[in-house]
């Protein structure tokens, strides 16, 4: 009930390419999903997030695909770039003030964007 | 100093060793978190700090002792851990907030032997 599925483990993309990375949950509960953006030897920083009132968000290159229906939420990296190269997490997590930052993340994604 | 620091970097103890991981964040924020990440699992929540006081523990053994003296620093008390400890911790802080951004130090990579 409190899993994130996420796929696939790994992804290699060439230069310019464009990046999909899927999750899924079952809670019905969690009413917020962040991605966020792991590189070597650093902590995870959030790149991009969505609510279930909005079907897609958008920053820059990144998109996150929302079906409530289907409970499932897709991230799109367009034009994916070397620098790119990292392991991306979605996560979930309950609607309210205190809970936001108790997330239940997916196993990570590992994408490498070749030049 | 800005974000969120954690000392040591790297750890290697023993079973029977007892250590500590501080944490500090000087982002003013008011929630600070332990995550811990081992290889090919997701990250793992393990404890909560609303204005010092603990509201979450995700049913972590009792050999992981967590302390929180004040809005700044969060502590990971180690003693008598198993090898399936070794993993990276990481610890977060957030405001508390609608968005509730978590703002993630670079972990301690803790070995035990």
């Known amino acids: 009930q409190q899993q994130v599925k996420q796929s696939p483990q790994s992804l290699i993309v060439q230069k310019g390419g464009i990046s999909i990375i899927n999750c899924a949950y079952e809670?019905?509960?969690?009413?917020?999903f962040p991605w966020y953006q792991q590189f070597p030897g650093k902590g995870p920083a959030l790149l991009i997030a969505?609510?279930?009132?909005?079907s897609e968000k958008k920053e820059g290159r990144f998109t996150i695909s929302f079906n409530k229906s289907a409970k499932q939420f897709s991230l799109h990296i367009m034009d994916s770039q070397p620098g790119d190269s990292a392991t991306y997490f979605c996560?979930?997590?309950?609607?309210?003030?205190?809970?936001?930052?108790?997330?239940?993340f997916g196993q990570g994604t590992i994408l490498t964007v070749h030049p | 100093e800005t974000g969120v620091t954690q000392t040591p970097r790297h750890l290697v103890m023993g079973m029977t060793n007892k250590k500590s991981l501080k944490c500090e964040q000087h982002?003013?924020?008011?929630?600070m978190y332990w995550y811990k990440q081992s290889a090919k699992k997701p990250l793992e929540l393990m404890f909560v700090?609303?204005?010092?006081?603990?509201?979450e523990n995700n049913s972590v053994p009792s050999r992981f002792s967590p302390e929180c003296p004040n809005s700044s620093h969060l502590f990971l008390h180690l003693h008598t851990l198993q090898p399936e400890d070794s993993a990276l911790y990481l610890c977060?802080?957030?405001?508390?907030?609608?968005?509730?951004?978590?703002?993630f130090g670079e972990g301690s990579r803790l070995t035990v032997l």
């Open positions: 977060a802080s957030s405001p508390l907030t609608v968005t509730g951004e978590l703002f």
């Open positions: 809670n019905t509960a969690f009413d917020y």
């Open positions: 969505i609510r279930p009132d909005v």
């Open positions: 996560a979930a997590t309950p609607a309210g003030g205190t809970s936001y930052g108790k997330l239940t």
């Open positions: 982002l003013g924020h008011n929630a």
């Open positions: 700090y609303n204005f010092k006081e603990q509201t």
